[in-house]
């Protein structure tokens, strides 16, 4: 609408601009009314063309753009596609280490679930070892890049920055649940705990959505 206003305005204030002014000389020849209308009319043409270009150049800004999101992570992420569009080669699927990265992945989700289900039970209770135990980085990141080789190259584009989401994740959480001795963990600490184990839980649900 805005943009709307702006045209119409700048076509209204073009035309008062150009208009043949209607006090002067009577005498004025007719060939000299002639000249001056054509004149006019070019410069109006001119500004209407102008206005056209104007209108054209902001319709194609980068604001304007409707790229395609995908979840939380399309967000400035145009690079992550949905999973239903993701190219899968189903027979490198099948094999036998994507199959066990899978597994291995589905597991990671799972103990997510159970550090969640410790914490609504015991809001004080020390995740730490657990979390170090279940989530060891480097046997972490082999299993979701396994999971890449099922995937063309497009694709992996934006599953690649998932997987550098999720180690994120887990170091953010790991910082986030430390507790100093005898300091209990407050509400508003546990609300930031329980908020990144939401996070990452569905980080690896979003990654898992393309192995399916």
Do not use: C, W
């Not at 206005?51 to 995908?70: C, E, W």
């Not at 135990?133 to 497009?154: C, H």
């Not at 887990?170 to 996070?199: F, M, N």
């Amino acid at each position: 609408m805005k943009l709307t206003a702006f045209i119409t305005s700048l076509a209204i204030v073009g035309s008062d601009a150009f208009a043949p002014s209607t006090q002067g000389s009577r005498h004025s020849s007719v060939a000299l009314n002639a000249e001056n209308n054509n004149g006019v009319s070019t410069r109006l043409d001119f500004l209407h063309q102008s206005v056209a270009t104007v209108a054209a150049s902001l319709a194609f800004l980068p604001g304007q753009a409707n790229a395609a999101k995908y979840g939380g992570f399309g967000s400035g992420s145009p690079e992550v596609i949905d999973p239903k569009d993701a190219i899968v080669d189903s027979d490198i699927l099948k094999s036998s280490s994507v199959q066990k990265g899978i597994a291995a992945v589905q597991g990671y989700k799972q103990s997510v679930t159970d550090l969640k289900a410790t914490l609504a039970k015991d809001p004080q209770a020390n995740i730490g070892p657990k979390l170090r135990k279940d989530f060891d980085f480097s046997a972490l990141r082999t299993d979701l890049n396994v999971i890449n080789e099922a995937l063309d190259e497009d694709t992996q584009r934006g599953t690649d920055r998932l997987i550098r989401g999720i180690l994120q994740d887990i170091t953010e959480l790991e910082t986030a649940q430390k507790q100093k001795d005898g300091v209990p963990r407050s509400t508003t600490r546990l609300a930031i705990v329980t908020g990144k184990l939401d996070k990452l839980e569905k980080a690896f649900g979003d990654y898992l959505a393309f192995a399916k």
